[in-house]
């Protein structure tokens, strides 16, 4: 009977311990998860707060929304051209607005248009003379500017380029990414110095932006073969 009382207690004393250690893990999990979500709630709001500065320090008429249908796009070897493209979007509406895919989402479209993802598309934004103008007052008074670090830059924001892409200003790469889920923020102070000053080529004044996407999938079948 002795030997069964203390088998027993043994037993409960594990119990209890398992217990303990499941509610620790628990608890662990839960802060751990917690102070993720407020790490990422940080860092979304330092982003935010940025832009939220450059807004407040920068005239609305300096702003320059690229969110508009004033886009075109092609693939790779140009078999596809497309105008009047809407941005922010995805190649897929374009695509089917212009008749060229049925619902991707209907039965087995979804493997039959398996070829746009391996293609590459790039798009590109020819801005106006308007535009061009404020781009050049904006640049000039950017040079005498030194009451704040903020000011004196030309920035490009990017809310989200799908992945791989290259981005060009009249053929003079200013960067490349290769995430999705975050914000870019390129500053094209010298990029435009050089246009200004005919070190790279602009035709007839001519600012053109060019986005140049590369095949996630190809890209990723690239990488793992390397």
């Given at each position: 009977p002795?030997?069964h009382?203390e088998?027993?207690?043994?037993?409960?004393?594990?119990?209890?311990?398992?217990?303990?250690?499941?509610?620790?893990?628990v608890?662990?999990?839960?802060?751990?998860?917690?102070l993720?979500?407020a790490?990422?709630?940080?860092?979304?709001?330092?982003?935010?707060?940025?832009?939220?500065?450059?807004?407040?320090q920068?005239?609305?008429?300096?702003?320059?929304?690229?969110?508009?249908?004033?886009?075109?796009?092609?693939?790779k070897?140009?078999?596809?051209?497309?105008?009047n493209?809407?941005?922010?979007?995805?190649?897929?509406?374009?695509?089917?607005?212009?008749?060229i895919?049925?619902d991707?989402?209907?039965?087995?479209?979804?493997?039959?248009?398996?070829?746009?993802?391996?293609?590459?598309?790039?798009?590109?934004?020819?801005?106006?003379?308007?535009?061009?103008?404020?781009?050049?007052?904006?640049?000039?008074?950017?040079?005498?500017?030194?009451?704040?670090?903020n000011?004196?830059?030309?920035?490009?924001?990017?809310?989200?380029?799908?992945?791989?892409?290259?981005?060009?200003?009249?053929?003079?790469?200013?960067?490349?990414?290769?995430?999705?889920?975050?914000?870019?923020?390129?500053?094209?102070?010298?990029?435009?110095?050089?246009?200004?000053?005919?070190?790279?080529?602009?035709?007839?004044?001519?600012?053109?932006?060019?986005?140049?996407?590369?095949?996630a999938?190809?890209?990723?079948?690239?990488?793992?073969?390397?």
């Amino acid at each position: 009977p002795l030997l069964h009382w203390e088998q027993e207690q043994s037993t409960k004393k594990t119990n209890k311990m398992k217990k303990t250690n499941f509610v620790l893990l628990v608890f662990i999990l839960i802060f751990s998860l917690l102070l993720l979500t407020a790490t990422a709630r940080k860092q979304g709001h330092n982003y935010s707060r940025l832009y939220s500065q450059l807004k407040r320090q920068v005239p609305a008429s300096s702003f320059i929304s690229l969110n508009n249908n004033n886009w075109s796009v092609h693939n790779k070897n140009n078999s596809i051209t497309l105008s009047n493209v809407a941005v922010p979007g995805i190649i897929h509406t374009q695509l089917r607005a212009n008749k060229i895919i049925s619902d991707p989402y209907y039965r087995y479209n979804v493997v039959e248009y398996r070829w746009i993802a391996k293609d590459d598309w790039t798009y590109e934004y020819v801005f106006s003379s308007e535009e061009v103008k404020t781009l050049r007052l904006t640049h000039e008074a950017n040079k005498y500017s030194q009451q704040n670090s903020n000011l004196g830059k030309t920035l490009l924001v990017c809310e989200g380029l799908d992945t791989i892409a290259a981005i060009s200003i009249n053929g003079k790469v200013i960067a490349r990414t290769d995430n999705m889920f975050r914000r870019y923020i390129f500053n094209i102070q010298d990029t435009l110095d050089a246009i200004l000053n005919g070190t790279v080529k602009s035709d007839d004044g001519a600012i053109t932006l060019t986005v140049a996407f590369t095949s996630a999938v190809n890209y990723a079948a690239q990488e793992q073969a390397n």
